[in-house]
């Protein structure tokens, strides 16, 4: 059965980082598409990043270029998101999701619908 689980998640200062791990049970993400999501309490859940089973594409959400990266250790079967230079309108829940899809990602991949398997969720909160 497939699962996710998403770590690394908590408090921070503004301007600090943090680093997110999605570790995936009972597949292998390098045959999966594999994105980021956040939702801020009251808001909808919003695609962040994702990166294609092959690694040879990524996708990021507007604000957050520049300043997240998302890597993947095929090894390890995990999916990392870097973050940098957090902002108080970074807090929310993280997600990870998967879709299986070894092509390259387009930006239709930051939307929830393209995914149809998701973690649990970690908590993001960036307050001085």
């Known amino acids: 059965q497939l699962q996710l689980v998403e770590s690394g998640g908590g408090l921070a200062q503004p301007g600090a980082s943090l680093r997110l791990s999605c570790e995936g049970y009972g597949f292998n993400v390098t045959n999966y598409a594999i994105g980021w999501f956040r939702q801020a309490p009251g808001k909808e859940r919003e695609g962040v990043s994702c990166?294609?089973?092959?690694?040879?594409?990524?996708q990021y959400l507007e604000s957050v270029k520049g300043r997240f990266t998302v890597s993947k250790d095929n090894v390890k079967n995990m999916v990392y998101l870097q973050m940098d230079n957090l902002n108080p309108e970074d807090t929310a829940t993280y997600f990870c999701?998967?879709?299986?899809?070894?092509?390259?990602?387009?930006?239709?991949?930051?939307?929830?619908?393209?995914?149809?398997?998701w973690g649990v969720g970690t908590q993001v909160t960036v307050s001085s």
């Open positions: 999701a998967a879709r299986r899809r070894i092509s390259p990602v387009q930006p239709s991949c930051l939307l929830t619908t393209y995914f149809a398997n």
């Open positions: 990166i294609s089973g092959n690694d040879a594409s990524t």
